[in-house]
């Protein structure tokens, strides 16, 4: 689960990370109130969507004016820039070229920055522990920084049975070139970070940039928190942050049902039963020369009802030209996934290519089941025979 710019500061600030005063304003009138009372000189005016390279960002409605992050000098100002960004898409390069729009803004005290660093912290899948990322080169992606300079990003490993520790923090301030008062700053910034981290069961926490001011301090002028939604059962308070809006309404439907959903580029819809047998499923339809629409997964347990609502998810979007169901049955039975596939097709009036390949538990009441449906319904014997089928139907068709 993402969240914005602005909750993430406020949840960092809780655990003492360092961050610049602000407030957010969903009016232009409230964003001159929250200018009035940080007070000035500076203010920067800052776009809420949930999207990096916000400061290279262009608005749709003017694509050769300012981004989505303006620093201004007189409270006017910032009323004005709010009120030219309010309600308007913001184009960025994770957005795609539809844009987000922005129902928000952070209007944050300007900062004395004399260095711009990188601070990242995320769970290393190679060995199974918290991980913490520095850079020299804050403000720029740390993919581009890894590809360019990877001689510039420095790792330190935090042994899980003892956690951070100050040693840590010396070695990430050392490592970016700090020195006096601002080492110090450093340790606590980043204790603070994985009392955060963990605490909260985030999966990601990006400080970027990460900034020395001219009095040596070290804050986070901007702050990416995503969190790990197997643990969100933990932290209700979290979840209420939660800002549907910014996320894809197939997901989000597909969550309200327990499924697994991830919409692809593709234009063939897979329907499988767990994640490794899914992955797969997508690699052999690119090896037949075949590109997945999307990740699917009904899990262990799907009843009727939701392999229903699968299929419908499938469906709604309108680049799938087939549909691949991949099952094998174990806890999950065949007969089921082959009900709801026949009450799916039913229900949406199926129109594309449809390939069913049933193994497992059941599987011959579930082949018996799609035969008896009277829907043009392609059975497969094996998932390579599945992929061929689908992919050539895919072609057929068009």
């Keep these: 689960m993402n969240i914005h710019e602005y909750q993430a500061k406020q949840l960092l600030a809780k655990f003492g990370v360092a961050v610049p005063k602000g407030g957010v304003a969903y009016t232009p009138a409230e964003a001159e109130t929250v200018a009035k009372e940080l007070g000035g000189p500076v203010w920067v005016v800052k776009s809420q969507i949930h999207a990096g390279g916000r400061g290279k960002g262009r608005f749709k409605d003017n694509p050769n004016g300012a981004g989505g992050v303006r620093v201004m000098k007189s409270v006017e100002d910032v009323k004005r820039n709010a009120q030219e960004m309010l309600g308007k898409v913001l184009v960025t390069h994770q957005t795609g070229p539809s844009g987000k729009e922005v129902k928000r803004v952070y209007i944050e005290e300007g900062s004395d920055i004399r260095r711009e660093l990188y601070l990242g912290m995320l769970i290393d899948r190679a060995t199974s522990r918290v991980t913490i990322m520095a850079s020299t080169e804050g403000g720029m992606d740390i993919e581009e920084v890894a590809a360019t300079h990877p001689e510039k990003i420095l790792k330190v490993v935090v042994d899980p049975a003892v956690g951070v520790q100050q040693f840590h923090g010396r070695q990430i301030a050392f490592g970016l070139g700090m020195e006096g008062k601002q080492v110090g700053a450093c340790v606590k910034f980043v204790m603070a970070m994985y009392r955060a981290f963990s605490q909260l069961d985030c999966s990601v ?98 009843t009727k009802e939701r392999v229903t609502t699968a299929f419908k998810l499938i469906l709604s979007d309108p680049n799938v030209e087939g549909i691949l169901v991949n099952i094998f049955g174990g806890i999950m039975r065949c007969d089921v996934i082959a009900e709801g596939v026949v009450a799916a097709a039913r229900e949406v009036s199926l129109n594309v290519p449809l390939v069913v390949r049933l193994e497992g538990t059941n599987v011959e009441l579930g082949k018996k089941i799609l035969s008896q449906s009277g829907l043009p319904i392609i059975a497969a014997d094996n998932l390579a025979d599945a992929a061929e089928k689908v992919v050539k139907a895919v072609k057929e068709a068009a």
């Design 205 to 302: 926490v990006e400080i970027n940039p990460l900034v020395v001011t001219g009095a040596g301090e070290v804050i986070a002028l901007d702050a990416k928190v995503n969190f790990d939604d197997n643990a969100l059962f933990r932290h209700k308070d979290i979840e209420e942050l939660r800002d549907e809006s910014e996320e894809d309404p197939a997901e989000l439907e597909a969550a309200r049902h327990s499924l697994n959903y991830i919409k692809l580029d593709g234009n063939i819809g897979c329907m499988v039963n767990g994640a490794g047998l899914a992955m797969a499923t997508m690699d052999i339809i690119k090896l037949y020369g075949g590109t997945p629409a999307n990740f699917l997964d009904v899990g262990g347990g799907a």
